[in-house]
């Protein structure tokens, strides 16, 4: 897939990057919602997808985690490398599915004095008991889990296995993520809500990566400022599922 770019302003060199990690298989599940609808809302930087996936196939990608962080790997590498150029500007990282895993991992493999931003995760299928606390450390600000109890295409996944290789375990994408001891703030767990129909996402796994919820939501984020043409919904956050 090649790669694409959002530019809104002065771009990578005065506003920063956002990588963006598209789910198992690489099939570009989000990527043109997740570049449009950054656009859209007038975020001023670079959005660049990530190819990550050693395959076309999104259940052998999501049961290869040896695969999934050698990418991640990669792009801690990039990441590092644009850090020496530009010290001051901000980096992000969303994944969608598998590809938050992705997230995770690179942010885990940066250089100790390298430091991104936040990271989003959306519809993740890595384990609600996944330990973040290693990638907190090489972050300046949060991150921010959108789950939803009905997202129905996590369910095999507690049989089939996360993509960090825990089996029986529910996934962060239906329940939220489990924050370190004292890093609670931290960790954003933020349930779907029946608010966010009207921007298109009904609760399913992929449709949170849609330009319209993207747009309205997921860029608070990355930008420091309402949408261009309307406001963050506030939200109230659900009672979570109580996780296996």
Known sequence: MAVAGCHTGGGAERYGKTYYLDGA?????????????????????????????????????????????????????????????????????????????????????????V???????????????????????????????????????????KLLGTVDGKYGVSSAGQVGLAAPPGMEHRVVNIGWSPEWVKYGWTGGHLECAQPEFVRTQIVRHVMDRPPVGDSFVGFVEPARPKPN
């Open 115 to 157: 430091k991104i931003d936040n990271v989003i995760l959306l519809g993740a299928s890595m384990s609600h008991k996944y330990d973040v606390s290693e990638a907190l450390k090489h972050m300046r600000g949060k991150i921010y889990v959108y789950y939803s109890p009905n997202d129905g295409f996590l369910a095999p996944v």
């Open 25 to 113: 298989g690489n099939w570009g599940w989000g990527t043109s919602g997740v570049v449009e609808g950054l656009r859209q809302a007038g975020y001023p930087g670079d959005v660049e997808p990530f190819p990550w996936t050693t395959s076309l196939v999104p259940l052998l990608d999501q049961v290869n985690p040896i695969g999934a962080k050698l990418r991640a790997g990669s792009l801690a590498d990039k990441i590092a490398q644009y850090r020496k150029e530009y010290p001051n500007t901000q980096v992000n990282l969303i994944g969608l599915s598998a590809g938050t895993g992705v997230a995770v991992w690179t942010a885990e493999r940066l250089p100790d004095e």
